[in-house]
């Protein structure tokens, strides 16, 4: 998630932000950050790093947020956790700056280890992971862009993060040749070997477009 934030980021907003593990992340390098969730106690651990905490049910959205207040919003494994996000995306569409950007973190329900499980007929829900049991949705690679481009937002960059499988033969090919690897067969078929899917949209400026009319 890290790498895709966008240079001359000043103020985030982190929804879903856990213990304020990302939130450190990016105070660390100067950028202000609001953090979001429902669980309070998360929410006294993140203090450390946020500006401001908000308590909140993200079923029903981010009431409190400003309008127009965040260079960049981070929705990281959150989603699939929300049987209705409509209201959440509208919000987080709300508290943007023309030209500011969403980043979304989401697992990917059909990479090739998890595709094996149901192939099998396994489904055991899990304490964490793909099969979390608190997870409401789930989404492929086309579904979460159609969702985003729904709700107003543009493609700006995406990108999965996973590996092939390759017995006995991953470690002799040396950590060098197996990331380039990994990082081939995810561009290529993100849907099959992407393990977390990420992606960066952005809120149309359109200040230049109603300049340019007037």
Same mark, same amino acid.
């Given at each position: 998630?890290?790498? /895709?934030?966008?240079? !001359? ?5 982190? @929804?879903?932000? =856990? ?6 992340? /990016? ?13 309070? =106690? ?24 400003? $309008? !127009? ?8 494994? /959150? #989603? ?11 919000? @987080? ?5 023309? !030209?500011?950007?969403?980043? @979304? ?14 192939? *099998? ?10 099969? $979390? ?13 159609? #969702?985003?481009?729904?709700? &107003? ?20 090919? !040396? ?11 995810? *561009?290529?078929?993100?849907? /099959?070997? &992407? ?9 149309? $400026?359109?200040?230049?477009? *109603?300049?340019?009319?007037?």
């Amino acid at each position: 998630m890290e790498p /895709l934030v966008p240079s !001359g980021t000043r103020c985030a907003l982190d @929804v879903g932000c =856990g213990r304020g593990g990302t939130a450190a992340w /990016l105070s660390a390098r100067g950028i202000e950050v609001d953090g979001v969730s429902w669980n309070q =106690g998360e929410l006294d651990a993140a203090k450390a790093f946020c500006r401001r905490v908000i308590c909140c049910d993200l079923s029903r959205g981010i009431p409190e947020a400003q $309008d !127009g207040a965040y260079d960049l919003v981070i929705c990281s494994h /959150l #989603l699939e956790h929300i049987a209705y996000p409509q209201r959440l995306l509208a919000d @987080v569409y709300r508290a943007l700056k023309p !030209g500011g950007h969403l980043l @979304v973190a989401i697992p990917n329900l059909f990479f090739w280890a998890d595709r094996l499980k149901l192939l *099998r007929g396994q489904w055991r829900y899990e304490k964490s992971g793909t099969f $979390d049991y608190t997870h409401l949705r789930w989404y492929t690679h086309e579904t979460m862009a159609e #969702l985003l481009h729904e709700h &107003g937002f543009i493609r700006h960059h995406f990108h999965a993060e996973g590996w092939i499988p390759l017995p006995g033969l991953r470690l002799l090919i !040396g950590n060098r040749l197996r990331r380039k690897l990994d990082s081939l067969v995810c *561009r290529c078929w993100p849907g /099959l070997f &992407g393990k977390q899917l990420l992606y960066s949209v952005r809120k149309p $400026d359109l200040s230049g477009a *109603r300049a340019h009319e007037g």
